[in-house]
């Protein structure tokens, strides 16, 4: 008896450790990472902008993942890899991943690529493939842009059904789900009220 209770208090104590060591480390991970947008515009009658991405130090790949909202869309990788990173012959870098962890590059839609769009930024392997996601972030045409460029004429997937509007923040362009409600029962002639 004495040692199942001495084995419940040992698989306890690991799972708090481990619970301990996540949330520590879950939380310096979050404080640090990120990313801004400048240059943000149109493009190929979709949209553009640059990621600026800090906080990446220790890593020496990552898969930058944007993906748009259009039907059918997949996700498009933009890899970054530090210099003192091994030749891989698998992943052709876009940009630099600096020593300090920061990386900048252009995206550009290609034709027809709508918003909202998500970035996501991922650990690799060896052959490119993505693994961790270490952060998230959705952009809308209502996304603030540092340099005061905006993604407001940027193509942007609008909802066709009534069901939509319940996620009515996700387009960047209504006030509020009443707004995305009227614009669709008007038939789309009433605008969303955040529309440039």
């Keep these: 008896m004495s040692s199942l209770i001495a084995g419940r208090a040992a698989l306890a104590g690991a799972v708090i450790a481990l619970v301990l060591g996540a949330v520590v480390a879950g939380t310096a991970g979050a404080a640090t990472l990120g990313i801004s947008l400048t240059g943000c515009g149109t493009a190929n009658n979709g949209f553009q902008f640059t990621i600026n991405g800090f906080g990446f130090a220790g890593y020496t790949g990552l898969d930058v993942q944007v993906t748009s909202s259009e039907v059918g869309a997949v996700p498009n990788p933009n890899y970054v890899l530090a210099p003192t990173a091994p030749p891989n012959p698998f992943v052709g870098a876009i940009a630099p991943l600096n020593s300090d ?54 193509r942007t997937l609008l909802p066709t059904v009534k069901e939509q509007c319940q996620n009515w923040a996700l387009y960047g362009i209504f006030k509020n789900a009443g707004d995305c409600g009227s614009y669709l029962s008007t038939v789309t002639r009433n605008q969303p009220a955040l529309l440039p």
């Design 101 to 154: 962890g920061s990386f900048t590059f252009n995206y550009n839609a290609a034709a027809g690529q709508q918003l909202p769009a998500t970035v996501g930024i991922y650990t690799i392997d060896d052959f490119g493939n993505p693994q961790t996601l270490l952060y998230s972030t959705t952009v809308t045409a209502a996304t603030a842009c540092t340099d005061q460029s905006n993604l407001g004429s940027a």
